[in-house]
T-cell receptor, first 112, second 114 residues
Framework: GENVEQHPSTLSVQEGDSAVIKCTYSDSASNYFPWYKQELGKGPQLIIDIRSNVGEKKDQRIAVTLNKTAKHFSLHITETQPEDSAVYFCAASDQGAQKLVFGQGTRLTINP | EPEVTQTPSHQVTQMGQEVILRCVPISNHLYFYWYRQILGQKVEFLVSFYNNEISEKSEIFDDQFSVERPDGSNFTLKIRSTKLEDSAMYFC????????????FGPGTRLTVL
């Protein structure tokens, strides 16, 4: 079955700098790759997603890139702000299977 | 904005007891899911539910687990005889339909088995 690995497990950056979180997946059938943000005491919230027919997607300060050949995808956050501090999860899904397979999560801390 | 809700937020139970975790998915959504997250570990898929039946389940979802949609709004996860290792955060999620990918997650229920 699918296996998703995520790095780093913790990341600390200065406010205003960029943050990059990377994930790899194992199943070439996976075709949907969402990124979730989890704040303390809340459930995961989708912040951006990408499908396998697209190589890059951007939404304001957040971007995701996908390399299907290498089976990895990354989350890029630019001009980080204190409210970006949270745990971020990548996930992969085969549309037919429906279920999401998650990475281990990255605790991002933005230092003022 | 519509959201998935879950009750209770925290459940404490004794080993061997039955628990029922409740979820109200977003209205008009057709696909429902349970995931769990043991402290410090990945979020893991448990089960998906569509058209009043289980569509997929993981190996974690053994005979001690069951799901039900007793009415048009609730979606429940029952653990028949809890074990210490069932202690985790349990998340419910829902999805609009087959041509949609986004799963919306609830805030979770923290289950503590003593």
């Amino acid at each position: 079955g699918e296996n998703v690995e995520q790095h780093p497990s913790t990341l600390s950056v200065q406010e205003g700098d960029s943050a990059v979180i990377k994930c790899t997946y194992s199943d070439s059938a996976s075709n949907y790759f969402p990124w979730y943000k989890q704040e303390l005491g809340k459930g995961p919230q989708l912040i951006i997603d990408i499908r396998s027919n697209v190589g890059e997607k951007k939404d304001q300060r957040i971007a995701v890139t996908l390399n299907k050949t290498a089976k990895h995808f990354s989350l890029h956050i630019t001009e980080t702000q204190p409210e970006d501090s949270a745990v971020y999860f990548c996930a992969a899904s085969d549309q037919g299977a429906q279920k999401l397979v998650f990475g281990q999560g990255t605790r991002l801390t933005i230092n003022p | 904005e519509p959201e998935v809700t879950q009750t209770p937020s925290h459940q404490v139970t004794q080993m061997g007891q039955e628990v029922i975790l409740r979820c109200v998915p977003i209205s008009n959504h057709l696909y429902f899911y349970w995931y769990r997250q043991i402290l410090g570990q990945k979020v893991e898929f448990l089960v998906s539910f569509y058209n009043n039946e289980i569509s997929e389940k993981s190996e974690i979802f053994d005979d001690q687990f069951s799901v039900e949609r007793p009415d048009g709004s609730n979606f429940t996860l029952k653990i028949r005889s809890t074990k210490l290792e069932d202690s985790a955060m349990y998340f419910c999620a829902s999805k609009a339909g087959p041509s949609y990918n986004e799963q919306f997650f609830g805030p979770g229920t923290r289950l503590t088995v003593l």
